[in-house]
T-cell receptor, first 115, second 118 residues
Framework: AQSVTQPDIHITVSEGASLELRCNYSYGATPYLFWYVQSPGQGLQLLLKYFSGDTLVQGIKGFEAEFKRSQSSFNLRKPSVHWSDAAEYFCAVVLRASGTYKYIFGTGTRLKVLA | GAVVSQHPSWVICKSGTSVKIECRSLDFQATTMFWYRQFPKQSLMLMATSNEGSKATYEQGVEKDKFLINHASLTLSTLTVTSAHPEDSSFYIC??????????????FGDGTRLSIL
């Protein structure tokens, strides 16, 4: 069955430090992959997506992610974290079921940024 | 960009009452909308897929008589929690995709509704 794993429940980094959030997927075909960010008490905002082409994709707010088929991974990175990046981050893969395309979300990674 | 508006953002009500949550696509037509439930510090759990003009498709384990979904127009879907009880307290989020047949197109999310049942 298709699944998405985010191994890190919590990550703490200092402001200005680099960041990598891990995402591993289990999917038979080429996946459609997304990263979303959720601030407390709010909905989800799309950071970036991948479905084909260049395996390194750029997103908003200085984020990027790299698709590695050999490792079944789609890790999110940022070279220098800002305090405003503190939030919950979700990786998602698209699943086709019952005639529509649905998301399967990972369990999320909560990012804390130290001043 | 595509905007999804969800209302109310927060509701508190007594046990036994019914609560309706609205989800609107403001600048696009959404034949398909999705309703999620999120428990504190957990991921989003898909409850149902709302289809304009037809019955919603519920995920396994979700009570369709408890969570009534209506998608009467291309821009509005509603979720009604009937006879709500404290265990129904949660954060409910809707989303919509402006191109439902395209898997590479993202879902656009509302800001969520925090439901508290006393």
């Amino acid at each position: 069955a298709q699944s998405v794993t985010q191994p890190d429940i919590h990550i703490t980094v200092s402001e200005g430090a680099s960041l990598e959030l891990r995402c591993n997927y289990s999917y038979g075909a080429t996946p459609y992959l997304f990263w979303y960010v959720q601030s407390p008490g709010q909905g989800l905002q799309l950071l970036l997506k991948y479905f084909s082409g260049d395996t390194l994709v750029q997103g908003i707010k200085g984020f990027e992610a790299e698709f590695k088929r050999s490792q079944s991974s789609f890790n999110l990175r940022k070279p220098s974290v800002h305090w405003s990046d503190a939030a919950e981050y979700f990786c998602a893969v698209v699943l086709r079921a019952s005639g529509t395309y649905k998301y399967i979300f990972g369990t999320g990674t909560r990012l804390k940024v130290l001043a | 960009g595509a905007v999804v508006s969800q209302h109310p953002s927060w509701v508190i009500c007594k046990s036994g009452t019914s609560v309706k949550i609205e989800c609107r696509s403001l600048d696009f037509q959404a034949t398909t909308m999705f309703w999620y439930r999120q428990f504190p510090k957990q991921s989003l759990m898909l409850m149902a897929t709302s289809n304009e003009g037809s019955k919603a498709t519920y995920e396994q384990g979700v009570e369709k008589d408890k969570f009534l979904i209506n998608h009467a127009s291309l821009t509005l879907s509603t979720l009604t929690v009937t006879s709500a009880h404290p265990e129904d307290s949660s954060f409910y989020i809707c989303s919509a995709r402006d191109q439902p047949g395209q898997p590479n197109q993202p879902q656009h999310f509302g800001d969520g509704t925090r439901l508290s049942i006393l």
